[in-house]
């Protein structure tokens, strides 16, 4: 629940807007989340929605890039039957990675994200890589 930081009123209405910006030479329509104060009327954005609006911008991004969204990567993590920490084990990357991809805070790689493909496309490639890093993933 937010609280106006000027007249302290809980009385909060949340409010989306239309904005836009160019990335790589594409315009790109995104809805920003924002505050009210209906008291007062100053307009701001809490913390939750920044996390929210910036994730909402990165998905845009992979969108743009043709890379596979948040959503789209956790879909596969769990398709797969894995934990984020054992994803991180199988395909490769920082033990956060996984939980960093799909709430929106970075955006996976290029080889990350053809990784990915291949693995949710073709049971023989995840298997493989199970087997690669089985030693380790037993660990987790
Ligand atoms: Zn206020």
Same mark, same amino acid.
């Given at each position: 629940?937010?609280?106006? @930081?000027?007249?302290?009123?809980? !009385?909060?209405? +949340? /409010?989306? *807007? #239309? ?28 913390? @939750?929605?920044?996390?929210?609006? !910036?994730?909402? +911008? /990165?998905? *845009? #991004? ?13 879909e596969i993590r769990?398709k ?36 990915l493909?291949?693995?949710s ?20």
């Amino acid at each position: 629940m937010s609280i106006c @930081q000027l007249c302290h009123s809980s !009385d909060i209405s +949340i /409010l989306q *807007a #239309k904005d836009s910006f160019t990335y790589k030479g594409r315009k790109i329509e995104f809805e920003v989340e924002y505050s009210v104060c209906n008291s007062c009327g100053r307009e701001f954005i809490d913390s @939750q929605q920044i996390q929210k609006n !910036d994730a909402t +911008i /990165l998905n *845009a #991004k992979t969108f743009a890039d043709g890379l596979l969204s948040s959503k789209e990567i956790q879909e596969i993590r769990q398709k797969l039957g894995l934990t984020q920490e054992m994803a991180s084990k199988v395909f490769g990357g920082r033990v956060n990675a996984f939980s960093e991809y799909e709430s929106g805070k970075i955006i996976q790689s290029v080889e990350m994200d053809r990784l990915l493909r291949l693995s949710s496309e073709f049971n023989q490639v995840f298997h493989w890589l199970i087997a690669f890093s089985g030693d380790t993933v037993g660990r987790v």
